[in-house]
């Protein structure tokens, strides 16, 4: 089975600290991702990553920057937190796109982050 | 611009009735769409996807439907269970790019 593991599932941080969101993923895919879901607004791209030390803007990347030294872990860092930045943060994997399986996104358990 | 469209931010269906949920896209070039269900506080999971070569894909009790001429995809879920009151995403993507672009979701309850 397919693990993609986000390291907290609650967080609490005050207006201005740095967060770090840390995801790994055990199936040696090419591709992670980091989306954002808010009611009324569905999942949000922020970034992606399709290779180690590799990354690409997503829809929403303000405010936010990623990190990936290893194949298998993408870290989502946010360097001084906004309250406009409380969300559910995701994390999901895939292999390349047409190559293998179906393309699928799997997903992480999420990390709820409040921003006071 | 939202690329793909849920219109239906809800959905009630009496249990054992087919559910429909529907799904709009604008971009031609989406030859990939996926449908996601999603409990409170876990992350999505996968399920069902259709590649826009094919107009019908069935899984067990889901099947996903793809219109092009429409862009338009609908998942149904006959009969509907309990268990399956959710938010259900759709996404779509292309060849060549990495990108999933997701609608807004829509809440199904299933009532017993």
């Known amino acids: 089975d397919v693990k993609v593991t986000q390291s907290s599932r609650y967080l609490v941080k005050r207006t201005g600290e740095k967060v770090f969101l840390e995801c790994v993923q055990d199936m040696d895919h090419e591709n992670m991702f980091w989306y954002r879901q808010d009611p009324g607004l569905g999942l949000r791209l922020i970034y992606f990553s399709y290779d180690v030390k590799m990354k690409e803007k997503g829809d929403i990347p303000e405010g936010y920057s990623v990190s990936r030294e290893k194949k298998e872990r993408f870290s989502l860092i946010l360097e001084s937190a906004s309250t406009n930045q409380t969300s559910m943060y995701l994390c999901?994997?895939?292999?390349?796109?047409?190559?293998?399986?179906?393309?699928?996104?799997?997903f992480g358990e999420g990390s709820r982050l409040t921003v006071l | 611009d939202q690329q793909v469209k849920q219109n239906s931010p809800s959905l009630s269906v009496q249990e054992g009735r087919i559910s429909i949920l529907n799904c709009d896209y604008t971009?031609?070039?989406?030859?990939?769409f996926l449908w996601y269900k999603k409990y409170p506080a876990e992350g999505p999971t996968f399920l069902i996807s259709?590649?826009?070569?094919?107009d019908k894909n069935e899984d067990g009790r889901f099947t996903v439907f793809l219109n092009k001429s429409a862009k338009h995809l609908s998942l149904h879920i006959v009969p509907s269970q309990p268990g399956d009151s959710a938010v259900y995403f759709c996404a779509a993507s292309y060849s060549g790019t990495y990108k999933y672009i997701f609608g807004t979701g829509t809440r199904l309850k299933v009532l017993a």
């Open positions: 971009n031609s070039m989406f030859d990939y």
């Open positions: 259709i590649s826009s070569i094919k």
């Open positions: 999901a994997s895939s292999y390349l796109l047409g190559t293998k399986n179906t393309g699928e996104l799997f």
